[in-house]
Every structure is written in structure tokens, then in C-alpha cells.
């Protein structure tokens, strides 16, 4: 089975991006299936299911959502090989731009929105830039301009890496991002496998619980901001 | 090449300003570091590397490439297109397309039919270089052969740019800035000439002249198509130009297509224009999604399509000066 990490902030398209590609390997004759992760809430379920695609959901709730991934990605691997699937989508969401799902060995993909904005490919961290490929929605209502000047960025965030345009309604572009999707490796099990990079630190007391405001209450990994009108002789 | 890792920073730097890029982007000081880059990294503190989101290994690799996929830019030649070939698939009901259209460097063709038709998705095939494998079964040929991967893959030196009917500008810049910016990526050599040129020319297609300083939110539909035509004609590396529509919105459509040929672009456009419609070399009729004819335009098409124009050049008068608040009240002579 081929396992396909799909990362992208929210709302950028993954769901339609993968919707499509999944249409276009059914049509093939391939058995496809997808992990939706998500925050708090998703419908996304239900546009898989009406288009026949096996779908499995979790829900992160008081969780770093993509902590809960990385503790729960191996389970979805198990759970796509006894249901048979040929191809197995995990989606979820990096909700920080720092995040980085992405599993070594294990075909990653990166989904960029152009209307984000031409510098948006900068402000992205690991999540882009150690990415195998980045698809990039929405490419048909930005200018021309924009579409060419917004691939030139996502080539200097992450040189050498495949990317492509893909728009989530029409289809234009999934072609391509199938045949990108044919390299993918075979992944037979995760035991062992390493993420391509560390999740962001946490453990601050905020992260267990705590709601007060106040230097007293913040002990453990807390990170303070430098002020410049502060800062004393240099 | 030299192991990047042993190069001192102000070095490298200053031979490739897009490392020194790099290392602000994920809020790096290296600035005036007289440090080799290996030397460099391994004195970063653990928690700087945790906060950039690279290890160390990953942000030589990182450079290592940055550095060759800049050099690549630099050399790749623009795409030179000598002609495209379009063979048919299949429409909507499986019924095989026998087309087979050759189109040369310098040539228009224009895409009719009803809306839903099919027109869209016949550009999208031509968009992504289709290889028998899009819905249609089409397959496109460039020079007489199938594309090479790297070229139909290539993202920012795409063999084909399309403007679109339904696009937003999201950047707030002014027109200067917005053209210079894409300029500076397309690395030309006089990036404040061509801007100039861009606009100049812009103007001249549209008859609402706008200032470079004007924020390009603030372009009317008009002019952002003559914006966007001039653009693609004189600073777009693509040979091969799609183009969904030009409104009849104060754009001079005759000379937006002469430009975009003199460049010898191949241009498809999509219509319901009779205007467009007839200005190509040939037209190709969609029914159905699938090509139900190609028309080449005959000399009696031609004829008409002049006089079209000038009852378009009517028209126009009439729209301008009721713009300016006078009345109509002449009896209208319609020589046709």
C-alpha cells in the first residue's frame, strides 16, 4: 500500500485536491482511502463517503492536532491495510506553520493556497520545505502574475521539490498529481520510521491547563519576547 | 564545485545573495559571520534549530540545492516553441475525435461552442500538455513530439501561461511595483525598463489609461486584462498563451491578439465573441465535449468580420460619448 501524507494550513483545499485524485485512481480500478484528522470538528467525512471513498476520521480536540497525528498515523497505516487499500491519504491540518507531519520514506505532500498571497511560501515552515511535493490550489482566480511569481517563491522555499498547480473544483492539474503520486514508495509498516522533523516543544503551563496571565504562573518551557527599547547597552 | 560547508558566510553570501535570503526567512543572523558555513551551523544553539524547523544536515542539503536550483534559473533558455499539435480523444459520449490540428508559432485559434460544451476543459488539456491521460484521451505535441517530463512539469517556467476570466489581484502593490516584482523573479536584466514597457503598452490596448502608481486593486476590469495581456506578452516565458474570454470591456482586441503574435506566442482563446471568433486562423467548434469541426476563416468570413468591426467601432463611440454625458439623438446610420 502506498501511504500519501497530505499537509496544508486550513481551508487552502486538501480535502478537494484529494477528493480528485481519489476519483481519478478509483477510475483506475484502485482501492483508496483516507485519514481525515482535524481540530475540533469536520464534515469532511461526508464528501468522502459520497464519493465511495472509505473514510476514517480523529478528532485532536484539547490535543496538538499534530501530536495526535504522529501518535495515531501508524494505526491508520494498519487500519488501510486490512480494509485493502491500494492508496491510503492521511489529511490533516498544520495549524501553526511550524508543524511538520511529515514522515521520512513516506511520500509527503505539501497544499499551498495562491491566494494566501505571493510571500506565503516564506512564512512556511518544515511543513513546505521538507515536503516531496507542493500542490497549488486556487492557482485560476489570482492573476497570472501572481500564479507565476507564487511558484518562483514555492521553488526557492523548497528547491528541487516537484510542484504543481491543481485547481479542487474543475480538476485541472490532477492528471499530473497522479503521476506524481505513481513514484510514491510502498509503505508495508511504521514501526520505526522517523518524522522527517521534531514537532514544535510544548509542555508550558499553559499546555496543561493552566488559564491565569502573570510571570508567577508560567514555569517550565516558556519563551519570553525581546523589546528593543528594553534591551540595555550593546 | 567546492564543499559549500567550508566556504566562510560573507563569502557565500555575496556570490549568492539567495542563501543570505534563506537564513532571514527562518530569522537567522549571519550576517557578517566570517565563519565557514559548517563551522557556523555547529556553533547554533540546539534551541535556534529547533525554532528554524531544519536540522542541521537539512539546512546544508537546503542551500546546497537553493544554490543549484538559482544557478538552473539562470541558465535555462526560455521555452522556444516552433509549433503545437492538438490529436483528439474522445467526447462525452466515447465517440472518437478525428482532429488533428497543427498550430505554428505566431498563430490564433479561437475555441467556440455553447457554454458547458467543453471549451474549458479542451484549454485545461492544452494547459497541462495532456498525454492521453485526461478525461478526453486528447494528447498534445510540441515540436511533433511529446513533451519531455521535466518540461511539462517545470513549475515556474511553464510552457504555457492562461489567463483566466474569473482572477483577483491579492497582492496590494501599485501596478509599477507589481510588474517589477514579477520582473525581479523572471531575473531580466533591466527589470525597471521592462516594467516601463509593460505598462506602456498596456495603456495603449486599453482605452482607460491608467497611472503605474495606481494600485492594481483598484484597475477596472479593462484594464486589468490589458494589464495582464502586455504582461504575458512581454515578460511571460510561456510561447504558449490560453486566454478564457477577452470582454469587450474598452480592451482593443485586434491589438492585444497583434501583440501576442508578434511575440510568436501560440495563442488559443476561448469565445463567444464574433469579433475573437473571426480574428483566428482557424476556429475549432466544441458540441457535445468533443471537437465536432475545425473551420478554417474564409475570405468571405473576413470580409464580414471587417465590417463587424466597424459597427464595433459604432458601438464604441456611442458608449464613450454617453460616458461623457451627451445625448443620442442623431439618426444612426447602420451601413452595413
Not at chain 2, 558555513?37 to 535556534?48: F, I, P, S, T, V
Not at chain 2, 480592451?251 to 501576442?260: H, Q, S, T
Request: charged share 20%; net charge negative; proline share 4%.
Amino acid at each position: 500500500m502506498q501511504l500519501i501524507t497530505v499537509a496544508g494550513s486550513p481551508s487552502v483545499g486538501k480535502t478537494s485536491v484529494i477528493l480528485r485524485a481519489c476519483e481519478w485512481l478509483q477510475r483506475e480500478g484502485l482501492r483508496v482511502g483516507v485519514a481525515k484528522f482535524d481540530a475540533l470538528s469536520t464534515s469532511d467525512d461526508q464528501l468522502y463517503a459520497q464519493k465511495g471513498v472509505p473514510v476514517t476520521v480523529g478528532l485532536a480536540g484539547a490535543l496538538c492536532p499534530d501530536h495526535y497525528f504522529v501518535s495515531n498515523v501508524e494505526d491508520c497505516q494498519a487500519w488501510g491495510q486490512r480494509q485493502g487499500f491500494d492508496v491510503l491519504f492521511t489529511e490533516s491540518a498544520g495549524l501553526c506553520n511550524r508543524c511538520s507531519p511529515h514522515v521520512a520514506g513516506v511520500f509527503a505532500i505539501c497544499v499551498v493556497d495562491a491566494l494566501a498571497g505571493v510571500h506565503t511560501p516564506k512564512k512556511i515552515g518544515p511543513m513546505l520545505r521538507l515536503a516531496d511535493l507542493v500542490v497549488i490550489t486556487k492557482g485560476d482566480i489570482v492573476s497570472q502574475v501572481e500564479r507565476e511569481v507564487f511558484a518562483y517563491h514555492v521553488r526557492l522555499a523548497n528547491p528541487g521539490a516537484r510542484a504543481l498547480f491543481c485547481n479542487g473544483i474543475t480538476g485541472q492539474g490532477v492528471s499530473d498529481l497522479v503521476a506524481q503520486l505513481r513514484q510514491a514508495p510502498a509503505t508495508t509498516a511504521l514501526e520505526g520510521h522517523r518524522l522527517r522533523f521534531p514537532m514544535p516543544a510544548a509542555v508550558c503551563p499553559y499546555c496543561v491547563g493552566e488559564t491565569a496571565i502573570g510571570v508567577t504562573h508560567q514555569r517550565g518551557n516558556v519563551k519570553k519576547m525581546h523589546f528593543v527599547d528594553q534591551e540595555q547597552g550593546s | 564545485m567546492s564543499n559549500i560547508a567550508d566556504l566562510p558566510l560573507d563569502v557565500l553570501q555575496d556570490a549568492h545573495p539567495c542563501v543570505g535570503e534563506f537564513f532571514s526567512t527562518l530569522g537567522l543572523d549571519a550576517a557578517d559571520s566570517r565563519l565557514a558555513l559548517g563551522e557556523w551551523l555547529a556553533q547554533l544553539a540546539d534551541e535556534d534549530i529547533l525554532d528554524v524547523g531544519m536540522e542541521r544536515d537539512q539546512m546544508l542539503a537546503h542551500i546546497q540545492r537553493l544554490i543549484n536550483e538559482v544557478a538552473n534559473m539562470n541558465q535555462t533558455a526560455d521555452g522556444v516553441v516552433r509549433s503545437l499539435t492538438l490529436i483528439g480523444g474522445r467526447d462525452k459520449a466515447g465517440t472518437p475525435e478525428t482532429a488533428r490540428l497543427v498550430v505554428r508559432a505566431g498563430e490564433v485559434v479561437c475555441i467556440v461552442g455553447p457554454t458547458g460544451s467543453g471549451k474549458s476543459r479542451l484549454l485545461a488539456d492544452i494547459e497541462c500538455l495532456a498525454q492521453g491521460d485526461t478525461p478526453t484521451g486528447r494528447r498534445i505535441l510540441i515540436d511533433g513530439q511529446p513533451p519531455d517530463p521535466e518540461r511539462r512539469y517545470a513549475l515556474d517556467r511553464k510552457l504555457v501561461a492562461q489567463l483566466s476570466q474569473n482572477m483577483n489581484f491579492v497582492v496590494d502593490l501599485t501596478v509599477r511595483e507589481f510588474i517589477a516584482m514579477h520582473a525581479r523573479c523572471r531575473l531580466v536584466a533591466d527589470p525597471d525598463a521592462v516594467t516601463d514597457q509593460v505598462i506602456a503598452c498596456a495603456n495603449e490596448l486599453t482605452g482607460e489609461k491608467f497611472a503605474p502608481e495606481v494600485s492594481v486593486t483598484q484597475l477596472s476590469g479593462g484594464q486589468t486584462r490589458a494589464l495582464m495581456i502586455a504582461d504575458v506578452a512581454l515578460l511571460s516565458a510561456a510561447p504558449i498563451v490560453l486566454i478564457d474570454e477577452i470582454e469587450n470591456a474598452g480592451v482593443d482586441r485586434r491589438r492585444a491578439l497583434e501583440l501576442l503574435v508578434t511575440g510568436s506566442k501560440i495563442v488559443f482563446i476561448s469565445t463567444h465573441d464574433p469579433l475573437l471568433a473571426l480574428r483566428g486562423a482557424q476556429r475549432i467548434v466544441i458540441r457535445n465535449g468533443g471537437i465536432a469541426d475545425i473551420l478554417a476563416t474564409s475570405a468571405q468570413e473576413r470580409r464580414n468580420l471587417n465590417r463587424l468591426e466597424s459597427l464595433d467601432a459604432l458601438l464604441l463611440e456611442i458608449r464613450e460619448r454617453l460616458r461623457r454625458g451627451l445625448r443620442i439623438e442623431e439618426e444612426l446610420q447602420w451601413s452595413l
